[in-house]
């Protein structure tokens, strides 16, 4: 029963943003929620997920994609894309190789309500939020999130996405995402952004004889690079 009803509070919350965007395409994990609770949320907790995690991520991020998108994407094979890349196996697989990191983020009562995805190489290739949870900062957590990943684990020096549709750069755009020219012809913006530090992941700790080292005119080096990249397009 609470399945049920969790079911039809989203699918009702999708219907209604669909409803009261009609002239426009909705791409609900970046489109404004239609709620009446406050933004941002204190007890919000940005996780890395595990492989025993992967199909509740992969449900959710399905479901979205059901109910409030698939149905305004006119090109089959971006449909097709989407299927084939989110699947169990395959997000285990990627998972597995140390190819994709899936990070998911949780309400005050620990509910898995959005997820996003990273290839090694930076890109970006999920990003996911229910819409009852949207305009609660769960998108841009979980972006900014990623791009402290990237510099801090990866190494990497910047962050792209394939914004798609093209009018979901503007949200991009509002966390940091600079546009990059595209050809007419393809179906998304191609965007970066800056990797930046993060107090979150624990620093190196220098060894005494280090210190000592560089008190005796010694210099030490560190350089931390990093890229990362929003949704693919396959």
């Known amino acids: 029963l609470h399945g049920s009803l969790q079911k039809a509070k989203f699918h009702n919350s999708c219907m209604q943003i669909l409803r009261r965007t009609k002239k426009a395409p909705v791409m609900v994990l970046l489109k404004k929620a239609e709620s009446n609770m406050e933004e941002g949320n204190s007890k919000m907790e940005i996780k890395i997920l595990q492989t025993e995690e992967v199909p509740k991520a992969v449900q959710l991020a399905r479901g979205v994609f059901e109910y409030c998108l698939r149905n305004t994407i006119n090109e089959a094979q971006l449909i097709e894309s989407f299927y084939t890349y989110v699947r169990e196996e395959n997000i285990r697989q990627l998972m597995e190789t ?35 949870y949207q305009r609660r900062g769960y998108g841009k957590k979980l972006l900014l999130t990623m791009r402290e ?86």
């Open 149 to 234: 990943y990237a510099r801090e684990k990866l190494e990497l020096a910047q962050v792209t996405v394939n914004a798609m549709p093209a009018w979901t750069a503007s949200y991009f755009a509002k966390n940091k995402f600079k546009a990059v020219q595209n050809p007419q012809s393809v179906p998304y913006v191609f965007m970066h952004a800056k990797t930046v530090e993060s107090t979150d992941y624990p620093k190196k700790e220098i060894p005494t004889a280090a210190i000592l080292a560089t008190s005796l005119g010694g210099l030490a080096i560190c350089t931390a690079i990093a890229i990362a990249f929003i949704m693919q397009l396959l």
């Open 98 to 132: 140390q190819k994709l990191t899936i990070w998911a983020a949780y309400d005050e009562q620990n509910n898995m309500v959005a997820v996003s995805g990273m290839q090694s190489e930076g890109h970006i290739t999920l990003l996911y939020v229910m819409p009852y």
